[in-house]
């Protein structure tokens, strides 16, 4: 059963560089951008944000679409944010693109991709930005049905 506490450990390693390691020993490194001392030995902080988004919708839509997912090739998920100029440059919008290879029905690709933005994806839940969903599915840009 699912707790609903989580816990994650930041280590400093040196410099910028952080690893974070959490209850199971899985780890990922951030680091701080070129300008502010980093030296590109991890991701920043807001990738990880992104990442962390498209992880979590990537996940709800194999497990809703599963029924379906023997007629998916392949599934890449990317995320770009805007973030705000001044302090604290959080994001002010996010776009996150479903690029979907196969021989899937569209208004069930599009149907995944609604219920893990509208009811599962406590990531997508917990930003502050519109999140905006796009498909690409077999190399061609599909609409919201």
């Known amino acids: 059963m699912e707790s609903n506490k989580m816990q994650v450990s930041i280590i400093w390693e040196n410099d910028f560089i952080f690893s974070m390691t959490n209850s199971d020993g899985n780890q ?5 951008h070129m300008e502010a001392g980093g030296q590109k030995k991890g991701l920043l902080p807001m990738q990880a944000l992104l990442g962390a988004l498209a992880g979590c ?3 709800d839509f194999t497990a ?17 944010g805007t973030k705000r100029e001044i302090q604290p440059k959080d ?12 021989d899937v029905p569209t ?6 991709i609604k219920i893990s933005a509208e009811k599962y994806c406590p990531v ?22």
């Open 28 to 32: 990922l490194k951030m680091d701080a």
């Open 57 to 59: 919708v990537g996940m």
């Open 64 to 80: 809703i679409l599963q029924p379906h997912m023997d007629q998916v090739n392949s599934i890449e998920i990317v995320t770009q």
């Open 91 to 102: 994001f002010t919008a996010i776009t996150v693109t479903f690029i979907v290879t196969g």
């Open 107 to 112: 208004d069930k690709v599009w149907r995944a």
């Open 124 to 145: 997508a839940h917990s930003l502050k930005p519109d999140i905006i969903y796009q498909l690409r599915l077999n190399g061609q840009e599909i609409l919201d049905q």
